[in-house]
T-cell receptor
Framework: GAVVSQHPSRVICKSGTSVKIECRSL??????MFWYRQFPKQSLMLMAT?????????EQGVEKDKFLINHASLTLSTLTVTSAHPEDSSFYICSASDRAYGYTFGSGTRLTVV | AQSVSQHNHHVILSEAASLELGCNYSYGGTVNLFWYVQYPGQHLQLLLKYFSGDPLVKGIKGFEAEFIKSKFSFNLRKPSVQWSDTAEYFCGMFSGGYNKLIFGAGTRLAVHP
């Protein structure tokens, strides 16, 4: 089946630094990837839609300068949280589209900003 | 605008009870519908999906869902739940018009032995 690898699974960073999260589709090509944020005991909030070779489409209320998304190849999308603050601490999840399997999710990244 | 609603936020059942989780969506065009499960401490896994064709979709682990277009619904069912079904369940919708995959608020299911 389709596999999406997300790295790192956990990261702790200091306030003011930047963190990059990678999302890779391992055995299929994904022209579209989605980035979500999940707060404790809540649903997945769509942050942005990442399209290979073009700019990401951000949801209302999501700061594009703070959450930089790059989808440079058909198998890799990255989310960079810039100048992280404690309120950015959350669980970030990516999803990649594969026509045969639907949407496959990465295992998520728990970001803690101290 | 598109949206997904899950009406049951918390469901508690005993083993062998039947399960039905509600999911309604709001979108006037063609949609793809999904149910995902998230077991404690794990990532989301696809239970089943509906793209087109037979509106009764069978998924893994004995789950099924029925797409009723007139009701904009895609309810998840299982005739007899097990303790291992304890998890959070998310209904998702993808619409080509918006090119987004969005989810309902989730339903937390607890199955007691």
């Amino acid at each position: 089946g389709a596999v999406v690898s997300q790295h790192p699974s956990r990261v702790i960073c200091k306030s003011g630094t930047s963190v990059k999260i990678e999302c890779r589709s391992l055995d299929f090509q994904a022209t579209t990837m989605f980035w979500y944020r999940q707060f404790p005991k809540q649903s997945l909030m769509l942050m942005a839609t990442s399209n290979e070779g073009s700019k990401a489409t951000y949801e209302q209320g999501v700061e594009k300068d703070k959450f930089l998304i790059n989808h440079a190849s058909l198998t890799l999308s990255t989310l960079t949280v810039t100048s992280a603050h404690p309120e950015d601490s959350s669980f970030y999840i990516c999803s990649a589209s594969d026509r045969a399997y639907g949407y496959t999710f990465g295992s998520g990244t728990r970001l803690t900003v101290v | 605008a598109q949206s997904v609603s899950q009406h049951n936020h918390h469901v508690i059942l005993s083993e062998a009870a039947s399960l039905e989780l509600g999911c309604n969506y709001s979108y006037g065009g063609t949609v793809n519908l999904f149910w995902y499960v998230q077991y404690p401490g794990q990532h989301l896994q696809l239970l089943l999906k509906y793209f087109s064709g037979d509106p009764l979709v069978k998924g893994i682990k004995g789950f099924e869902a029925e797409f009723i277009k007139s009701k904009f619904s895609f309810n998840l069912r299982k005739p007899s739940v097990q303790w291992s079904d304890t998890a959070e369940y998310f209904c998702g919708m993808f619409s080509g018009g918006y090119n987004k995959l969005i989810f309902g608020a989730g339903t937390r299911l607890a199955v007691h032995p």
